[in-house]
Protein backbone atom coordinates (compact mmCIF):
# COMPACT_ATOMS: atom_id res chain seq x y z
CA UNK A 1 0.00 0.00 0.00
CA UNK A 2 1.13 3.37 -0.72
CA UNK A 3 1.02 6.08 1.69
CA UNK A 4 0.34 10.00 0.59
CA UNK A 5 -0.65 13.52 1.97
CA UNK A 6 -2.34 16.25 0.43
CA UNK A 7 -1.28 19.40 1.61
CA UNK A 8 -2.09 23.54 1.28
CA UNK A 9 -1.43 26.53 3.21
CA UNK A 10 -4.22 25.64 5.09
CA UNK A 11 -1.81 22.98 6.69
CA UNK A 12 0.47 25.88 7.25
CA UNK A 13 4.61 25.43 7.11
CA UNK A 14 5.20 21.43 6.49
CA UNK A 15 8.39 19.48 7.95
CA UNK A 16 9.40 17.78 4.83
CA UNK A 17 12.02 15.65 6.93
CA UNK A 18 9.28 14.21 8.88
CA UNK A 19 7.13 13.38 6.12
CA UNK A 20 10.37 11.63 4.53
CA UNK A 21 11.14 9.69 7.71
CA UNK A 22 6.86 8.55 7.69
CA UNK A 23 8.23 7.47 4.03
CA UNK A 24 5.45 9.13 2.88
CA UNK A 25 5.03 8.35 -0.93
CA UNK A 26 3.95 11.00 -2.66
CA UNK A 27 2.13 13.83 -2.08
CA UNK A 28 -0.28 15.99 -3.29
CA UNK A 29 0.11 19.82 -3.07
CA UNK A 30 -2.55 22.22 -4.18
CA UNK A 31 -1.51 24.32 -6.95
CA UNK A 32 -4.01 27.30 -7.02
CA UNK A 33 -6.39 29.07 -4.45
CA UNK A 34 -9.69 30.37 -5.38
CA UNK A 35 -8.54 33.93 -6.50
CA UNK A 36 -6.65 32.14 -9.11
CA UNK A 37 -2.76 32.84 -7.01
CA UNK A 38 -0.53 30.08 -6.15
CA UNK A 39 -1.16 28.42 -3.13
CA UNK A 40 0.76 30.81 -0.28
CA UNK A 41 3.01 27.04 0.46
CA UNK A 42 3.40 26.18 -2.72
CA UNK A 43 6.75 26.92 -3.88
CA UNK A 44 7.86 25.66 -0.25
CA UNK A 45 6.03 22.40 -0.31
CA UNK A 46 7.35 22.11 -4.30
CA UNK A 47 11.29 22.55 -2.64
CA UNK A 48 10.21 20.27 0.19
CA UNK A 49 9.08 17.22 -1.84
CA UNK A 50 12.18 17.96 -4.23
CA UNK A 51 14.64 18.18 -2.15
CA UNK A 52 13.36 14.67 -0.56
CA UNK A 53 12.54 12.95 -3.65
CA UNK A 54 8.94 12.77 -2.65
CA UNK A 55 6.97 12.03 -6.38
CA UNK A 56 4.62 14.67 -5.88
CA UNK A 57 1.64 15.74 -8.00
CA UNK A 58 -1.11 18.77 -7.83
CA UNK A 59 -4.71 19.23 -7.08
CA UNK A 60 -7.34 22.15 -7.78
CA UNK A 61 -9.98 22.55 -5.56
CA UNK A 62 -12.59 23.98 -8.24
CA UNK A 63 -15.34 26.67 -7.48
CA UNK A 64 -16.27 26.50 -11.09
CA UNK A 65 -20.22 26.41 -11.76
CA UNK A 66 -19.79 26.56 -15.78
CA UNK A 67 -17.37 24.85 -18.22
CA UNK A 68 -16.63 28.44 -18.85
CA UNK A 69 -15.12 29.09 -15.25
CA UNK A 70 -13.92 25.25 -14.90
CA UNK A 71 -10.78 26.60 -18.60
CA UNK A 72 -10.17 29.55 -16.63
CA UNK A 73 -9.09 27.80 -13.06
CA UNK A 74 -7.71 25.27 -15.57
CA UNK A 75 -5.60 27.75 -17.49
CA UNK A 76 -4.13 29.30 -13.90
CA UNK A 77 -3.15 26.03 -12.82
CA UNK A 78 -1.49 25.37 -16.44
CA UNK A 79 0.79 28.82 -16.01
CA UNK A 80 2.09 28.03 -12.34
CA UNK A 81 2.82 24.42 -13.19
CA UNK A 82 4.79 26.37 -16.25
CA UNK A 83 6.36 28.94 -14.26
CA UNK A 84 8.18 25.94 -12.00
CA UNK A 85 8.82 24.37 -15.26
CA UNK A 86 6.61 21.20 -14.39
CA UNK A 87 5.27 19.29 -17.04
CA UNK A 88 3.77 16.18 -16.98
CA UNK A 89 3.12 16.70 -13.43
CA UNK A 90 -0.57 15.05 -12.69
CA UNK A 91 -3.68 17.66 -11.86
CA UNK A 92 -6.16 16.08 -9.64
CA UNK A 93 -9.47 18.13 -10.35
CA UNK A 94 -11.48 18.11 -7.04
CA UNK A 95 -15.27 18.72 -7.11
CA UNK A 96 -16.86 18.63 -4.08
CA UNK A 97 -19.58 21.77 -4.19
CA UNK A 98 -22.88 20.70 -5.41
CA UNK A 99 -22.80 23.96 -7.59
CA UNK A 100 -20.02 22.95 -9.02
CA UNK A 101 -21.29 19.08 -9.85
CA UNK A 102 -24.06 19.97 -12.04
CA UNK A 103 -21.69 21.08 -14.96
CA UNK A 104 -19.53 17.95 -14.65
CA UNK A 105 -22.68 15.68 -15.19
CA UNK A 106 -23.49 14.62 -18.62
CA UNK A 107 -26.75 15.72 -20.26
CA UNK A 108 -29.13 13.04 -21.49
CA UNK A 109 -27.62 13.05 -24.82
CA UNK A 110 -24.19 12.55 -24.03
Not at 21 to 49: M, P, W, Y
Not at 60 to 72: D, G, I, M, S
Not at 73 to 102: F, I, P
Request: net charge neutral; charged share 25%; with cysteine.
Amino acid sequence: MWKGIDVSDNQGVIDWEQVATAKVSFAILRSVRRSGKADHQFAANLEGCRKRNIPMSVYKYTYAATPEAARQEAQQVVVLLQSYGLTGTMVWWDVEDKDCLLYTSPSPRD
